[in-house]
């Protein structure tokens, strides 16, 4: 199965407006950590935004959410009052366990593109 | 802080030479070191793991003779494509994690490589 699924290989929204995008994950660990990354078209992965799995509270970086739903296991980025330059590819990953050595799993992206 | 570079960020190589990717911590001192490779409009796959002093766990399938990888000292890795093939060519990226915190990995800026 799966460990981290994207089901929205490309997603449209209009600038100023907000935007989900979609992450589910698959895990019998209790103690993993979930990322966000942004990958413009140059290559380089932006760090976004980070939800430990006991965190109780939703994870907030600016204009980016995580609504961290754990029952469900799902773990959706929010940006709010998008801009043209958040038009990029996005990338959801796990990282299982606790420790150095724990490898993050990544979905399959989601590419947004931000109209004007 | 936590910026990892990598050099050269592009490169083209004649089949059948080798080339070597060099990638830095340069402000943290990176305990754990992972590689990736990615094709156009896919996702990162991971290429192998590699801790200071230690040798490289490499993901099944990826030809550990073809793909040195070097953790040499506690800020720099190198991946090595030996006997490189146009099939070879790819955006390899590297990342790094200090051990700390979230273990986050921070990721260097790729890598393009051309064999022709």
């Known amino acids: 199965a799966q460990k981290i699924t994207q089901t929205q290989p490309g997603m449209f929204v209009q600038e100023k407006e907000a935007v989900t995008l979609d992450c589910t994950y698959d895990?019998?660990?209790?103690?993993?950590?979930l990322f966000w990354y942004k990958q413009p078209s140059s290559g380089e992965m932006i760090f976004l935004i980070y939800?430990?799995?006991?965190?109780?509270q939703n994870a907030t970086e600016g204009r980016y959410s995580l609504n961290f739903q754990k029952a469900r296991k799902s773990a959706n980025l929010v940006i709010s009052a998008s801009q043209l330059g958040d038009s990029a590819m996005y990338f959801c990953?796990?990282?299982?366990?606790?420790?150095?050595?724990?490898?993050?799993?990544f979905g399959s992206g989601t590419k947004l593109n931000v109209k004007p | 802080g936590a910026v990892v570079s990598q050099h050269p960020s592009w490169v083209i190589c004649k089949s059948g030479t080798s080339v070597k990717i060099e990638c830095r911590s340069l402000?943290?001192?990176?305990?754990?070191m992972f590689w990736y490779r990615q094709f156009p409009k896919q996702s990162l796959m991971l290429m192998a793991t590699?801790?200071?002093?230690?040798?490289?766990?490499?993901e099944q399938g990826v030809e550990k003779d073809k793909f040195l990888i070097n953790h040499a000292s506690l800020t720099l890795s190198t991946l090595t494509v030996t006997s490189a093939h146009p099939e070879d060519s790819s955006f390899y990226i590297c990342?790094?994690?200090?051990?700390?915190?979230?273990?986050?990995?921070?990721f260097g800026p790729g890598t393009r490589l051309t064999v022709t």
């Open positions: 990342s790094a994690s200090s051990g700390q915190g979230t273990y986050e990995q921070y």
């Open positions: 895990t019998s660990d209790q103690s993993y950590g």
């Open positions: 939800q430990g799995s006991y965190d109780e």
């Open positions: 990953a796990m990282r299982e366990g606790l420790g150095n050595f724990n490898k993050f799993y």
């Open positions: 402000d943290f001192q990176a305990t754990t």
């Open positions: 590699s801790n200071e002093g230690s040798k490289a766990t490499y």
